[in-house]
């Protein structure tokens, strides 16, 4: 379970994100609010990327301030649009991040199967189409044994069958690791084979959860 208290998140004077506390478990949380509200901040201070206020910290685990390399061993993350240098190949990025990661040849292979990224395995970043680079973002994003997985705008540009891929994977991880999701949207999440745990909104610099 991640738990996060009094977390902060300012540029300078001007605060982003303000809220006392929240907890997440297994499972799947839908976090919304309009562009520019902050989703995307708060999802890089959790994964590490930018600096926050706060306890941040699995039950029983590292913290992301006390055990910050602990920490982000646990963490996976994948942006809503990402960028590469243009000179990298996803096999640079998977050999890469899969190192840090722990995560065997096997698990690499089978990612770079399952989302159909054999085909540019080995062509440069500069090269590939957003889609393109979409998969291989949410591939890289379930390397390793994270217990808390990242998904800002997970289905945007993905075809049909990356998103029943991705959709398994998430089921997947969830019934077996006991991972915990966090997903933002424009698009409905829920359905039968991605049950919602909780929805939680970014506004008015907070985060607050839905009405059931």
Same mark, same amino acid.
């Given at each position: 379970?991640?738990?996060?208290?009094?977390? !902060?998140?300012?540029?300078?004077?001007? @605060?982003?994100?303000?809220?006392?506390?929240? !907890?997440?478990?297994?499972?799947?949380?839908? *976090?919304?609010? #309009?562009?520019?509200?902050?989703?995307?901040?708060?999802? #890089?201070?959790? $994964?590490?990327?930018? +600096?926050?206020?706060?306890?941040?910290?699995?039950?029983?685990? /590292?913290?992301?301030?006390?055990?910050?390399?602990?920490?982000?061993?646990? @963490?996976?993350?994948?942006?809503?649009?990402?960028?590469? +240098?243009?000179?990298?190949? /996803?096999?640079?990025?998977?050999?890469? *991040?899969?190192?840090?990661?722990?995560?065997? %040849? %096997?698990?690499?292979?089978?990612?770079?199967?399952?989302?159909?990224? $054999?085909?540019?395995?080995?062509? +440069?970043?500069?090269?590939?189409?957003?889609?393109?680079?979409?998969?291989?973002?949410? $591939?890289?994003?379930?390397?390793?044994?994270?217990?808390?997985?990242?998904?800002?705008? /997970?289905?945007?540009?993905?075809?049909?069958?990356?998103?029943? *891929?991705?959709?398994?994977?998430?089921?997947?991880? *969830?019934?077996?690791?006991?991972?915990?999701?966090?997903?933002? !949207?424009?698009?409905?999440?829920?359905?039968?084979?991605? /049950?919602?745990?909780?929805?939680?909104?970014? $506004?008015?610099?907070?985060?607050?959860?839905?009405?059931?």
């Amino acid at each position: 379970m991640l738990v996060i208290e009094k977390f !902060s998140k300012s540029y300078g004077d001007q @605060v982003i994100l303000e809220f006392s506390e929240v !907890s997440f478990t297994q499972g799947v949380y839908w *976090i919304k609010g #309009k562009n520019g509200s902050g989703k995307t901040t708060f999802f #890089k201070a959790l $994964a590490g990327l930018h +600096p926050c206020r706060g306890s941040v910290r699995f039950e029983g685990g /590292p913290s992301l301030h006390q055990q910050p390399v602990a920490y982000r061993k646990k @963490v996976n993350y994948s942006e809503a649009e990402p960028q590469y +240098p243009g000179f990298l190949t /996803p096999k640079d990025l998977f050999n890469f *991040i899969g190192k840090a990661k722990g995560a065997s %040849a %096997a698990q690499q292979q089978f990612l770079v199967d399952s989302f159909g990224i $054999a085909a540019y395995y080995e062509k +440069p970043c500069e090269t590939h189409s957003s889609g393109m680079l979409k998969k291989v973002s949410l $591939a890289l994003a379930f390397l390793g044994a994270p217990e808390l997985i990242i998904l800002d705008e /997970p289905l945007i540009t993905l075809d049909e069958a990356a998103r029943n *891929i991705l959709l398994h994977l998430i089921e997947d991880r *969830i019934t077996r690791e006991g991972v915990t999701f966090l997903l933002s !949207s424009h698009q409905v999440l829920e359905s039968e084979q991605l /049950p919602v745990k909780g929805t939680y909104t970014v $506004a008015n610099q907070t985060l607050v959860p839905d009405e059931a």
